[in-house]
Structures are given as structure tokens and as C-alpha cells.
């Protein structure tokens, strides 16, 4: 069964700065899930990627299908970015399985 | 609808009550899950709909848990005589396409359950 590590678990940051959240994981998956929570619960899902890049505004995911390893970076910081940072993977690699989770990185942007 | 929509959005009962919870996904979609997330806690599976059946009841943590889907549209989560350590905030979500990682999913904003 697969399992996901987030890092790191916090972070604050100053409204500009560039922030990097990284996921890795243990079984081969076929795409690889980031989702945002905001602090009023509500869930929703940033990238899907399989290989390489996807961008949108100012967050970026890349994935590294070899070495089992994503990154979410997010430019220019501002303090509404502030969030829990979700990753998730096809519990039994592929696409097989339900979702896991990764415990979350708990984003601060100080203005 | 536009998005998923779930009800309640709270639910406060006391201890040994059953509560339902209600999920309506976004039309067409096929696929229908449950989440649950207790404080402090990432989210947990708790059960899997393709259509009306129910492949994957792995995540239901007790007997005391169940789910339906009808029409292949709106679920009902059902826990029955319910316990303190059941207070999380329970989230559904859907997708276009079957089980696992090839869809994006998209969630609903949750029903918060807190037992007294």
C-alpha cells in the first residue's frame, strides 16, 4: 500500500516570498493529486499531473515519476495563498484505490 | 448543482443517536466518496461508490457505519448510535471517471458532526 510524506508539516512565510512544499511517495501511481483546504474546510483540488510541469497563476507542480517525488511551489506569495496544502496518491499505486492523503503543510503568508 | 453539496453543513446530537448525512455530487458524475477528518487529522477513506454499488467499504471504521447511493446520484451516510470519538467532519467528493487516481475530484464543503 502506498504511503505519503509531506514536508514540511508548517510553514510561515512574508507575502512575496517563494514557497516550495514537498510530497514523496512510496509505490509507482499513474497521477498525483494537490488540493487545497482553507480554513473554513472547504477542499479544492489544484493540479492532477502524471509527469512533468502544470502551472496555474502563480502555483506550480512538478512531479518526478523516478524518484516518487512531487513539489508544489507557489510564487509571489500573498496572505490569501494561506492554507493547508494536501497531497494524494492512488492508494495501491497506478490507479488503483481510493485516494490517500498526505497529512498536510500548513501554509502561513504574513503580509 | 454546480459542485457537490452536502447537508447538513452542522450536525450536534448526543451520544447514541443516529444521524444521516446527505451528499449530492455533481451531475453525471459517476463515482462517490466518503472522507472523514477528525481534528487535527488528515482525511480518511471511508467508502467508495461507482455507480450504486459500493466496491470499497475498507475505510467504514465499525458496523456502525453504513452508506447507500441511489440513482446513481445523491448518498446517505448512516451512523448509528453514535459515539464521541465519531465527532470529525465528514466530506464527500465525486469524479467524472471510475475509482483511483486518473479523475480530479471535487469535494464538498463537509457536514461538521460534533457528539455530546
Known amino acids: 500500500k502506498n504511503e505519503v510524506e509531506q514536508s514540511p508539516q508548517n510553514l510561515t512565510a512574508q507575502e512575496g516570498e517563494f514557497i516550495t512544499i514537498n510530497c514523496s511517495y512510496s509505490?509507482?501511481?499513474?497521477?498525483l493529486h494537490w488540493l487545497q483546504q482553507h480554513p473554513g474546510g472547504g477542499i479544492v483540488s489544484l493540479f492532477m499531473l502524471s509527469s512533468g510541469k502544470k502551472k496555474h497563476g502563480r502555483l506550480i507542480a512538478t512531479i518526478n515519476i523516478q524518484e516518487k517525488h512531487s513539489s508544489l511551489h507557489i510564487t509571489a506569495s500573498h496572505p490569501r495563498d494561506s492554507a493547508v496544502y494536501i497531497c494524494?496518491?492512488?492508494?495501491?499505486?497506478?490507479?488503483?484505490?481510493?485516494?490517500?492523503f498526505g497529512k498536510g503543510t500548513k501554509l502561513s503568508v504574513k503580509p | 448543482g454546480a459542485g457537490v453539496s452536502q447537508s447538513p453543513s452542522n450536525k450536534v446530537t448526543e451520544k447514541g443517536k443516529d444521524v444521516e448525512l446527505r451528499c449530492d455530487p455533481i451531475s453525471g458524475h459517476t463515482a462517490l466518496y466518503w472522507y472523514r477528518q477528525s481534528l487535527g487529522q488528515g482525511l480518511e477513506f471511508l467508502i467508495y461508490f461507482q455507480g450504486n454499488s459500493a466496491p470499497d467499504k475498507s475505510g467504514l471504521p465499525s458496523d456502525r457505519f453504513s452508506a447507500e447511493r441511489t440513482g446513481g446520484s445523491v448518498s446517505t451516510l448512516t451512523i448509528q448510535r453514535t459515539q464521541q470519538e465519531d465527532s470529525a467532519v465528514y466530506l464527500c467528493?465525486?469524479?467524472?471517471?471510475?475509482?483511483?487516481?486518473?479523475?480530479?475530484?471535487?469535494f464538498g464543503d463537509g457536514t461538521r458532526l460534533s457528539i455530546l
Open positions: 509505490v509507482g501511481i499513474s497521477a
Open positions: 494524494a496518491v492512488p492508494s495501491y499505486g497506478g490507479s488503483q484505490g481510493n485516494l490517500i
Open positions: 467528493a465525486s469524479s467524472a471517471g471510475t475509482r483511483g487516481g486518473n479523475q480530479p475530484q471535487h
